[in-house]
């Protein structure tokens, strides 16, 4: 991927790796599945460096001998060192740096002794005391990027988080920049190993690449038409929390289109093909990805019960009773769900569960339950089946988007069903409603909702642009009138809310929902999600 489709992230990432020449260090992990973006954003902030004292030192882990790990790491302090045109193996970086960087050179062939395979753990961190030899040498401060740090278990090293969260604590002069395609278990070792005194993390977990930025890019690979620019704000909606999911979409459709006899443009036929291609045939690279995805659940402990659980998710099962009346039993169901959640395939909000890579359950709901018939026409009804769903899709996103925002929050409301779930940090209960209503306040823009049920009120502020400070202060003196006093304060931005409105509304005990909260119980009640509008 060669073009910037997060660049608001990308700015508050690199403003953090140039805070370093200010003197000021906050270390970042980015964590998001494969194909999320996580590298292509590290390298982009990083390459700001080049305007700074500080010195990268970028090292993309893979599952090595601790011979290649040790190999690796000292190719990319030299190459931040010296900055060669091309690659070039470590025997000719050593040779180039010996004359200007003699001590670093020597800390870096003293490693070769390790190479034989022997004293792994005594190598590892020799190999981190690098890092300030080359800082003493250069007197510039250094930025330790590790790619898929969680790499660094298969080294073989049992205290190897320990000796990185020392160092962590310890030097003032490096900022660390870490990611992680293992959510959950990078979580895990932050929280346990790295957050230490002095070398707090600030964890950034990858949502959807932003519209204003994706959407041009993914109009200039196919023809331009009103139709084509709906579908493409279609597949931002449904994959675009992966860039990979969406060049591989885009890139199919870009191919059926270069395959077409008929040159007249149907744009969202042209898109189920395509999803059907990659997705829906069972030799398509997404399908592949699906059911590799899928099939290591069944390796686990009750790993069969995983697997149908997960099915359950994806046909609209939200809460543990109900998917274990889905699977037909209630024993591990607990367990089997906590085996989903460590491998980053569900997450739980509250009470409630949820698949958050949209094209999973995408293709989970499609996939023919067990025990059914397979050959050619078991094939051709596969086929059927899943252009009904993307289908279904379509018409869900299209109506989603045609009708005011106010309304599409109001038709959530009465989807509530008592369930728990986690927003806005909080957790609290979404009760069954009985009555709804809307008014249209004098200020105009934004419309507030009354919602009745079991003795409680709630009232709501849905505004289909940014909320501001001035329209929480108005939406306090309308909850003010209300008789009975209302239960839960909920405001919702469709572009979310000004930092002052923000602190307003926290101030007056409101519940706010940004985007991604309304996007996750979208998630939950099966609605669609019809997010900003890009022209």
Same mark, same amino acid.
């Given at each position: 991927m060669s073009h910037d489709l997060r660049p608001t992230l990308t700015a508050h990432v690199r403003q953090r790796v140039q805070a370093l020449d200010e003197g000021f260090r906050h270390n970042l992990a980015v964590l998001g599945p494969v194909g999320s973006g996580k590298s292509f954003l590290l #390298? #982009?902030?990083v390459s700001s460096c080049a305007q700074g004292r500080a010195l990268p030192v970028m090292v993309t882990l893979q599952r090595d001998s601790m011979r290649a790990f040790l190999r690796r790491f000292a190719t990319a302090v030299l190459e931040s060192a010296i900055a060669p045109d091309h690659d070039e193996p470590l025997e *000719? %970086?050593?040779?180039r740096a010996a004359i200007t960087? @003699?001590?670093t050179t020597a800390a870096i062939a003293q490693l070769g002794r390790y190479e034989t395979g022997r004293l792994q753990a005594e190598a590892? !961190?020799? *190999? %981190?005391? $690098?890092? @300030? $030899?080359?800082?003493? =040498?250069?007197q510039r401060p250094c930025i330790i990027v590790l790619d898929e740090f969680l790499h660094l278990e298969a080294l073989g090293v049992s205290h190897a988080f320990h000796e990185l969260g020392k160092r962590v604590m310890t030097w003032p002069f490096a900022l660390f920049l870490l990611s992680s395609s293992s959510s959950f278990r990078a979580r895990d070792i932050l929280r346990e190993r790295l957050q230490l005194l002095f070398g707090q993390f600030e964890v950034i977990a990858l949502g959807p690449i932003e @519209? !204003?930025? *994706?959407?041009p890019w993914m109009a200039r690979e196919l023809p331009e038409s009103e139709s084509m620019s709906r579908v493409l704000q279609f597949v931002h909606r449904w994959v675009g929390g992966s860039p990979w999911y969406v060049s591989v979409v885009l890139g199919r459709m870009k191919e059926r289109l270069l395959l077409k006899r008929d040159r007249t443009l149907d744009a969202e036929a042209l898109l189920v093909q395509a999803a059907w291609d990659v997705l829906g045939h069972p030799n398509g690279v997404l399908y592949q990805w699906c059911a590799a995805q899928t099939d290591q659940v069944r390796h686990v402990h009750s790993g069969l019960l995983a697997r149908e659980a997960l099915g359950a998710l994806a046909h609209g099962m939200r809460t543990t009773q109900a998917i274990a009346g889905y699977c037909g039993t209630r024993r591990n169901v607990s367990v089997a769900l906590q085996a989903l959640v460590e491998r980053d395939l569900i997450q739980r909000k509250g009470g409630c569960w949820v698949i958050p890579d949209q094209l999973l359950a995408c293709w989970l709901a499609a996939q023919p339950e067990a025990g059914q018939p397979r050959g050619a026409k078991a094939r051709q009804a596969a086929a059927k089946r899943f252009e009904r769903a993307i289908h279904t899709l379509w018409a869900q996103w299209q109506q989603a988007t045609t009708q005011p925002f106010a309304e599409r929050i109001s038709r959530l409301l009465r989807c509530f &069903?008592? =369930?728990t779930v986690s927003l806005d940090h909080k957790t609290g209960r %979404? @009760?069954?409603? #009985?009555t709804l209503r809307t008014e249209r306040p004098a200020r105009g823009g934004e419309t507030y909702v009354v919602a009745d049920g079991e003795g409680r009120r709630w009232c709501c502020l $849905? &505004? =289909?642009g940014k909320l501001e400070e001035g329209d929480i202060a108005a939406f306090e003196e309308f909850c003010r009138t209300q008789s009975p006093r209302p239960s839960r304060k909920v405001v919702i931005g469709q572009d979310g809310l000004e930092l002052n409105a923000t602190l307003a509304a926290k101030a007056a005990n409101m519940w706010v929902w940004d985007p991604d909260d309304v996007a996750l119980l979208s998630l939950l009640y099966g609605q669609p999600m019809a997010g900003q509008q890009v022209g």
């Open positions: #390298q #982009q902030a *000719a %970086l050593l040779a960087l @003699p001590k590892f !961190t020799h *190999a %981190l005391d $690098v890092i @300030p $030899v080359l800082h003493q =040498e250069l @519209p !204003t930025a *994706a959407i &069903r008592n =369930e %979404l @009760p069954s409603f #009985q $849905v &505004r =289909e």
